[in-house]
């Protein structure tokens, strides 16, 4: 069993900087994979990035334009989303996922989520 609890969300102005991380509760989370995703209020969740248990991305929303950089610690058993250029629109809850698949856009590949972390953006 993995728990994965992500932190850093919070408010943001538009153009700044916010870092998640997501922590996962046993060293097995270094053999898997990490997807990101965001859920705004009254939308579908959608997929920002996917990251190999290697460290490569795997996949990417093109919404990303560059402003986003995913990375991993397994020696410390957390991936980090870094957000730069915020804007309004990134607006959402985030959550990370975990799966012994290749990451990917597709939730059904997902064996463990987090709770998420709300990250908002003001204009």
């Known amino acids: 069993q993995v728990q994965l609890v992500e932190s850093g969300g919070g408010l943001a102005q538009a153009g700044g900087s916010l870092r998640l991380s997501c922590a996962a509760s046993v060293s097995t989370f270094g053999m898997k994979s990490v997807g990101w995703f ?60 975990a799966t012994s698949l290749r990451a990917s856009s597709n939730v059904k590949i997902y064996d463990y989520w987090g709770q998420g972390t709300q990250v908002t953006v003001s204009a």
């Open 38 to 97: 965001r859920q705004a209020a009254g939308k579908e969740r959608e997929f920002v990035v996917g990251i190999s248990w290697t460290g490569s991305i795997t996949d990417y929303a093109d919404f990303m334009e560059g402003r986003f950089t995913v990375s991993r610690d397994n020696a410390k058993n957390t991936a980090y989303l870094q957000m730069n250029k915020l804007k309004p629109e990134d607006t959402a809850v985030y959550y990370c996922a």
